[in-house]
């Protein structure tokens, strides 16, 4: 049996993350937690998740950033990256996906379809051979 596939989020809203983890959780994944793009980079380097959530406010680095630095690494370059924000403008969409994120999921989080939406956005488990 493969194991659950792993997610990481990086959240520094409280609330938002344990929401975000506790229906990940309850849907079967294995989900980490970073607060600060910084952090999650060390854990997305480490444990190399298949998909990251990544909040586009944050303290410090900000999650736009965070996203070119996961996609310009060898390690890290393949794992799918769905923006959670709040402001979701024309512009600021072009700017998330030149970046490198694949999709968005809005503030607030919509319970009913969220983890249907990210799942549709995991790596396929044949891109993670080799
Ligand atoms: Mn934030």
Request: some cysteine.
């Amino acid at each position: 049996m493969s194991r659950p596939a792993r997610i990481l989020i990086v959240e520094d809203n409280p609330l938002n993350m344990e929401l975000a983890s506790d229906l990940l959780a309850c849907a079967g994944f294995e989900v980490l937690q970073a607060s600060t793009a910084e952090r999650g980079i060390q854990l997305a380097r480490a444990l190399v998740p298949d998909l990251i959530l990544m909040d586009t406010s944050l303290p410090g680095m900000d999650g736009l950033r965070a996203t070119q630095m996961l996609k310009s690494d060898m390690v890290t370059c393949d794992i799918p990256i769905v923006s959670l924000t709040a402001h979701a403008m024309k512009g600021d969409e072009e700017t998330a996906r030149a970046a490198g994120v694949v999709a968005y999921v809005t503030k607030p989080i919509d319970t009913r379809t969220f983890v249907h939406t990210i799942s549709a956005y995991l790596r396929p488990p044949q891109a993670k051979a080799a």
